[in-house]
């Protein structure tokens, strides 16, 4: 009879602890991503609006700059086009087309938000138009300086503030599915997305 207790206090919490787990319990679903906390800006200059990102904890432009200056162009010289892509910039006039208290973000800006969000796939998925963040970067192509324009829906290429040489400065592009750092001559065409300071 003893016997008989002991194998029942040692099979009775098997027992328990064997229905208390449920094996086909759903796992906990992932946190949702927050909503990205957009806002508007307008530029005094000429009364454009343009939506802007908080984007860990700074406030980046979410639509591509497209004030008219200098050495600035639409894709293919065509106004629907800049009105969805913005302007291409030379890097000189890139460095002035900014907002009054905007300005262009550093090579090292980028590198973090690359880093931020993981891989260059990871950045990219996040940042490209409609990718979650609020960033919603476009494939608006680049102007060479003789007047051709490419890559329009192929690739979108951005200038960074910092110089690498007195012809080049540091870009970065969204191009086949990756978010990389690169540079670019400075007489290029590039798009702008401005950083508040």
């Not at 016997?3 to 086909?24: A, E, Q, R, T, W």
């Not at 906990?28 to 800006?41: R, S, T």
């Not at 905007?102 to 990219?124: D, K, M, N, S, V």
């Amino acid at each position: 009879m003893k016997k008989i207790i002991y194998s029942l206090m040692f099979l009775l919490p098997v027992i328990f602890v064997n229905f208390g787990c449920k094996k086909d319990d759903p796992l906990p679903e992932p946190e949702p991503e927050p909503e990205p906390e957009l806002e508007q800006i307008t530029d005094p200059r000429d009364g454009q609006v343009y939506w802007v990102v908080n984007l860990r904890g700074s406030f980046w432009m979410a639509e591509n700059l497209n004030y008219e200056m200098e050495d600035s162009w639409w894709y293919n010289d065509d106004p629907y086009l800049g009105s969805i892509y913005g302007r291409l910039y030379s890097w000189d006039s890139a460095k002035e087309a900014c907002p009054p208290g905007w300005r262009l973000p550093t090579h090292q800006e980028i590198t973090e938000l690359i880093t931020f969000y993981g891989t260059t796939g990871q950045a990219y998925e996040a940042l490209i138009e409609d990718g979650g963040s609020g960033f919603n970067a476009l494939l608006g192509g680049w102007r060479d300086p003789g007047g051709g324009y490419y890559g329009l829906e192929l690739g979108g290429v951005y200038w960074c503030g910092t110089e690498i040489e007195p012809q080049s400065a540091w870009c970065y592009e969204f191009y086949s599915g990756r978010l990389r750092n690169g540079y670019s001559y400075q007489v290029y065409g590039n798009s702008c997305r401005c950083l508040q300071d």
